[in-house]
C-alpha cells in the first residue's frame, strides 16, 4: 500500500492531475474541459483545481463556480477548503475558504442583474417569480388576452410557460420548438405568439422576472460589445460543473463573457444528460471545444473511484444500450463478490417494508442510514415508503419531493415581504392583500391598480378605502407595510415582524397553525442567514430548502437519517447502499411523455445516473403490481408492470436475482415434517356428508 501523503495532490491519477495542473502559472489559461463516467472524479477534480489556482496566487474573489444546486456549491467550496487546509494548515489565512461567486446559474444571475441593473435598464428592487407564480401570471395574461375564451383545446397556462421558457432556454423559433416538443400546439403558433409578447409586457410592467429571465438577460448583457468584457473582467476563471445539463444560453452566457475562453473550465457526461425536458443539450459538451476563439484542451478520466467492479459492470451494460454516446471505458479496482440486485416483489406496499428491513439490515451490518438512499423517478413514488419509514421511526429526509415554497403560509409571508420589495409586483400583492379579512379579488385589484399608479406605495396602502369590517385589520396591514417600505437594514427583524402579524391569520385560516407556525420559525431562521431582504428573496426562490417540518417524518433529533431522493436530485452524489423503487416499465422509462425514441433515451440515462450513484450496494425493486397516479380526469389506478426494458434479458447475467415473499408468506414457510398431510378439500367435502 501506498503510505498516506501529506500532499493532497498525491492522490490524484494522471488525467485528474493533467486537469488540476493546466496552465498553472501559464500568462493565460486555455480553456478546459474533461469528460468523464460517472464517479471518475470529476466533480473531486474541480475542487482540487480551485485549490490549486488559490495556491497558486488566484484570488478567490475572481473565481466563479457554477453549479448544478447551491448544496452542489457548498460541498465543492468545502472540498476545495479541505485541500487548502492540508497545503497551509488548519489555522491560517486559508482556514475556511469561502467562494462568493458559487452558486447555481440562476442564482448568480439574479445577482449580477440587480448589480448591473442601472446599466440594462432594470429597475434593481425586482422580484423573481418561481415557476407557480410565473406559471399563474401566465394564466392571467392568457385571460386578458381573450385566448383563455378561444376554444377548449387552448394550451394549458402550464403548457404556455413549459413552451415560452423552452424558446427562450433553446434560443429556437416558436416554430422550430413546437414542431420538436409539442406538435399538439402547432395550430396555435399566431395566438402563442401574441400571448408571450402580452407576458413579456407584463413581467416589465410589474417588475417581475421570472427564472429565464436570470438567464436571458445575463446572456443579453454577456453578448454586449460593452458590458461582456466588464462582466469577464470580473472573473479568472470560469469552472462549471455538471455541464452535460447546461442549455444553449448559458453556453452562450460562458462564451458571451470569455470569447477566448480564458480560464473557463467545464466537466460533464454525456451520458448523465437527464435535463433535455428543459432544454440543456448535449451539443454544449460536444461543441465546446471549438465554441472560444482558441481551441479547449480535452482530459478524459477512465478510471471510477466510487462503485465496484459488479455496480460499473451492470450500469456499463445499461448505458451501452444507448443510441449514441461518447465512447468511454470505466475500469475500477473495487473488486466485490455481490452483484447488484433485482428484487421481484409483488407490490409496492411490500416494496416499501423489503426496503425498510434492508436499511436496517444494512445498518446493523454497519452502514450508517446517511450513507444509504432510496432514489426514485417521480417524488409522488415514495409515498407507501415514507409511511412505512414513520411507522419503524427510520428518520429520512426528501430531496425532490414537496417544497418549501409551495406551503400556502410560507407563499403567505413571502408574498407581504415582496410586495413590499416591489409594490409593482401584482402576484404577491393579489396574494399578500387578500389575506385580509373582507378583501376579495374586486378590492385587491382596486388597491394594486392605486399602488401601481402612486409615488409613494405605502401612503396609497394607508389611504386606501377598505370596507368597513376590514379596518381595523387594514389599519394594521398598513402600519407594517410602511415599516416594511421604510428603508434602512433592519433584516431579519422584518421578518419577524411580518410573522407576528401573520399569526391571527394563521390560527384563523388553518387548522394546523402550531404545525405551521413552526415552518415559519424555520423560515425567519433561514432568513437570518442572510444580510438583506432581497439576497433571502431572490435565493428562497431560486434554490429553496426541500423539505417542510411538517415533511412526512419523525423529528431529527440524530445526524442520522436516510435520504429519500428523486433521481434528477441526486445528480453527483454517492452512497454506500442505494435502493431504487418502481424499476418498471411506465415507471422508468416513465409513461408520461410522448414516448419519442430521445425522451426514452433519456430515460435509460436517467437509470444509469441512479445506478451509478451506490458505492458497495445496489439493489433495484421490482414490484409486480404498481399505482399510477394519472392525470386528473383518468383517476389513479394499478398496473401490472414489467421490469424496465432497459435491463433486457441478456443483462441478467449483470444482477443477482430474488424474488421476495411477504412476511405472512415467509410466516407460512416454517418448515413442515414431511409425513404431516392435510387433506382440506376431503375434510370440507367429508363435512356435508
Ligand atoms: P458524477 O459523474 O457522479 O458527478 P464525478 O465524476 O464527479 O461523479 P466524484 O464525485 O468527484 O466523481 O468522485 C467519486 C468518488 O471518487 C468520490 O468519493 C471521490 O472522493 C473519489 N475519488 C475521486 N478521485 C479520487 C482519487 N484520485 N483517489 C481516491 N478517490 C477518488
Ligand atoms: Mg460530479
Not at 118 to 135: Q, V, Y
Not at 522 to 550: K, W, Y
Request: aromatic share 8%; proline share 5%.
Amino acid at each position: 500500500a501506498v503510505p498516506p501523503s501529506d500532499d493532497p495532490f498525491a492522490s490524484l491519477n494522471a488525467g485528474q492531475r493533467a486537469a488540476v495542473e493546466h496552465d498553472i502559472g501559464a500568462a493565460s489559461v486555455r480553456p478546459l474541459l474533461v469528460v468523464a463516467g460517472a464517479g471518475s472524479g470529476k466533480t473531486n477534480t474541480l475542487a482540487h483545481r480551485v485549490a490549486r489556482l488559490i495556491q497558486s496566487g488566484a484570488d478567490p474573489q475572481r473565481i466563479l463556480l457554477l453549479t448544478f444546486s447551491r448544496r452542489a456549491a457548498g460541498e465543492l467550496s468545502q472540498r476545495a477548503s479541505g485541500v487548502l487546509q492540508r497545503l497551509f494548515g488548519g489555522g491560517g489565512a486559508h482556514g475556511q475558504l469561502t467562494l462568493p461567486w458559487a452558486g447555481t446559474f440562476h442564482a448568480i444571475g439574479a445577482r449580477l442583474l440587480r448589480e448591473y441593473a442601472g446599466s440594462i435598464g432594470l429597475d434593481p428592487s425586482f422580484t423573481i417569480h418561481d415557476r407557480g407564480d410565473a406559471e399563474d401570471l401566465m394564466g392571467l395574461v392568457r385571460h386578458e388576452t381573450g385566448l383563455s375564451g378561444l376554444e377548449k383545446r387552448f394550451p394549458l397556462k402550464g403548457t404556455c410557460l413549459s413552451i415560452y421558457s423552452r424558446v427562450v432556454n433553446t434560443r429556437d423559433s416558436l416554430a422550430a420548438v413546437l414542431q420538436a416538443s409539442f406538435p399538439w400546439c402547432r395550430e396555435w403558433e399566431a395566438q402563442l405568439k401574441t400571448l408571450f409578447g402580452a407576458y413579456v409586457d407584463a413581467k416589465q410592467e410589474q417588475n417581475v422576472l421570472d427564472y429565464d429571465d436570470l438567464l436571458l438577460f445575463w446572456a443579453e448583457m454577456a453578448a454586449d460589445p460593452a458590458l461582456g468584457p466588464v462582466l469577464g473582467s470580473l472573473f479568472d476563471h470560469v469552472l462549471v460543473d455538471e455541464y452535460q445539463d447546461t442549455n444553449r444560453l448559458q453556453a452562450d452566457i460562458i462564451a458571451g463573457m470569455k470569447p477566448d475562453g480564458a480560464g473557463v473550465m467545464a466537466v460533464g457526461d454525456d451520458a448523465q444528460s437527464i435535463y433535455a425536458f428543459r432544454g440543456a443539450t448535449v451539443r454544449n459538451i460536444l461543441d465546446f471545444p471549438k465554441r472560444f476563439t482558441q481551441p479547449a484542451e480535452l482530459v478524459t478520466l477512465e478510471r471510477n473511484y466510487r462503485s465496484t467492479q459488479p455496480i460499473l459492470d451492470a450500469s456499463n451494460a445499461v448505458i451501452a444500450g444507448a443510441r449514441e454516446r461518447f465512447a468511454k471505458n470505466l475500469w475500477t479496482d473495487r473488486e466485490s463478490g455481490i452483484k447488484p440486485c433485482l428484487v421481484l416483489i409483488p407490490d409496492e406496499a411490500e416494496q416499501a417494508r423489503w426496503v425498510c428491513r434492508r436499511i436496517l439490515a444494512q445498518r446493523e451490518a454497519g452502514i450508517a442510514l446517511r450513507a444509504q438512499a432510496v432514489l426514485f423517478r417521480a417524488a409522488s413514488h415514495s409515498a407507501a415508503l415514507e409511511l412505512e419509514l414513520m411507522r419503524r421511526n427510520i428518520p429520512f429526509v426528501k430531496f425532490g419531493g414537496l417544497k418549501f415554497l409551495e406551503a400556502a403560509h410560507i407563499k403567505d409571508v413571502l408574498a407581504v415581504l415582496r410586495f413590499a420589495q416591489n409594490p409593482s409586483g401584482r402576484m404577491a400583492g393579489f396574494r399578500a392583500v387578500q389575506l385580509i379579512p373582507g378583501i376579495g379579488p374586486a378590492s385587491a385589484t382596486r388597491l394594486l391598480d392605486a399602488v401601481g399608479e402612486a409615488t409613494d406605495a405605502a401612503a396609497a396602502v394607508e389611504a386606501f378605502g377598505a370596507p368597513a369590517r376590514s379596518a381595523a385589520d387594514w389599519a394594521a396591514f398598513g402600519a407594517l407595510y410602511r415599516r416594511l417600505r421604510t428603508p434602512g437594514l433592519r433584516w431579519p427583524a422584518d421578518i419577524e415582524l411580518v410573522k407576528q402579524w401573520y399569526q391571527p391569520h394563521l390560527e384563523r385560516m388553518h387548522d394546523d397553525a402550531a404545525v405551521r407556525a413552526a415552518d415559519l420559525e424555520q423560515l425567519v431562521q433561514l432568513a437570518a442567514g442572510h444580510g438583506t431582504r432581497e439576497s433571502f428573496l431572490a435565493e428562497i426562490t431560486l434554490d429553496p430548502p426541500e423539505a417542510t417540518s411538517d415533511r412526512a417524518g419523525p423529528p431529527l433529533l440524530d445526524e442520522d437519517y436516510v435520504i429519500l431522493s428523486t433521481i434528477h436530485s441526486s445528480k453527483g452524489q454517492e452512497w454506500s447502499a442505494v435502493y431504487l423503487l418502481n424499476v418498471v416499465d411506465g415507471c422508468i422509462p416513465s409513461d408520461m411523455g410522448t414516448g419519442s425514441q430521445d425522451e426514452i433515451e433519456e430515460e435509460r440515462r436517467l437509470l444509469y445516473v441512479a445506478m451509478t450513484r451506490a458505492k458497495d450496494h445496489l439493489e433495484l425493486v421490482v414490484p409486480h403490481r404498481f399505482f399510477v397516479k394519472q392525470q386528473a380526469q383518468l383517476g389513479d389506478r394499478h398496473m401490472y408492470a414489467a421490469r424496465t426494458r432497459f435491463i433486457t434479458p441478456a443483462m441478467l447475467k449483470h444482477f443477482e436475482e430474488s424474488a421476495w415473499l411477504d412476511a405472512a408468506q415467509q410466516q407460512l414457510r416454517k418448515p413442515v415434517p414431511e409425513n404431516v398431510r392435510v387433506l382440506v378439500r376431503e375434510r370440507a367435502r367429508n363435512a356435508w356428508k
